[in-house]
Nanobody
Framework: QVQLVESGGGLVPAGGSLRLSCAASGRTFSSYAVGWFRQAPGKEREFVAAISSGGSTVYADSVKGRFTISRDNAKNTVYLQMNSLKPEDTAVYHC???????????????????WGQGTQVTVSS
């Protein structure tokens, strides 16, 4: 069982930066892949970025070059550094986790079985 808690959201102007954190419980967190997904009002939850247990990363095209995902297994935490934020990045950001998925599966929302409650990110124009 893994419990995930996101933090770091807030209100920033366009062009600004935020760093989201996803803190996990559990002693085997290092064996989990972790993904970040976001959901804007009236839209489906969409993939943002993910990191495998081995540290490989995958990004949505819309955030490549602006967002960076990383993990610190000693702290049981995954980070999402978001730079050059745009108003269209406004959403609730959720982290998710599971074991046993391949690099090619990291962006598939349906495969994740643990989810956090989300943190709101609002980018003003």
């Amino acid at each position: 069982q893994v419990q995930l808690v996101e933090s770091g959201g807030g209100l920033v102007p366009a062009g600004g930066s935020l760093r989201l954190s996803c803190a996990a419980s559990g002693r085997t967190f290092s064996s989990y892949a972790v993904g970040w997904f976001r959901q804007a009002p009236g839209k489906e939850r969409e993939f943002v970025a993910a990191i495998s247990s081995g540290g490989s990363t995958v990004y949505a095209d819309s955030v490549k070059g602006r967002f960076t995902i990383s993990r610190d297994n000693a702290k049981n935490t995954v980070y999402l550094q978001m730079n050059s934020l745009k108003p269209e990045d406004t959403a609730v950001y959720h982290c998710s986790a599971r074991t046993g998925i391949t690099l090619s599966q990291l962006s598939l929302r349906s495969l994740y079985n643990y989810w956090g409650q989300g943190t709101q990110v609002t980018v003003s124009s």
